[in-house]
Nanobody, 115 residues
């Protein structure tokens, strides 16, 4: 079993930056992709970006060039660096780790971009 705990959300002005963290506890054996999703009020949850076990990444078009996913294998932690934030980035952000036959979600962290 794996537990994921996100942190780093908060209120930021447009153009600002935040870094989200997703710390995993438990066995990560078999995990092959880690990602960030977000859900804005009244909208469906959407993929922000993800990183494969081999290191390749992909991002939603809306965040390309502004957001960067990285990981620290020694700390079992996934990060999302968010720069040039816009009001439309406001959402609850979730991390998700998937393996063969397993699928884990964090509890979510609120990001609000507002002046």
């Amino acid at each position: 079993q794996l537990q994921l705990v996100e942190s780093g959300g908060g209120l930021v002005q447009p153009g600002g930056s935040l870094r989200l963290s997703c710390a995993a506890s438990g066995s990560i054996r078999g995990i092959y992709v880690m990602g960030w999703y977000r859900q804005a009020p009244g909208k469906q949850r959407e993929l922000v970006g993800q990183i494969q076990s081999g290191g390749s990444t992909n991002y939603a078009d809306s965040v390309k060039g502004r957001f960067t996913i990285s990981r620290d294998n020694a700390k079992n932690t996934l990060y999302l660096q968010m720069n040039s934030l816009k009001p439309e980035d406001t959402a609850v952000y979730y991390c998700r780790w998937r393996g063969w036959g397993s699928d884990y979600w964090g509890q979510g962290t609120q990001v609000t971009v507002s002046s």
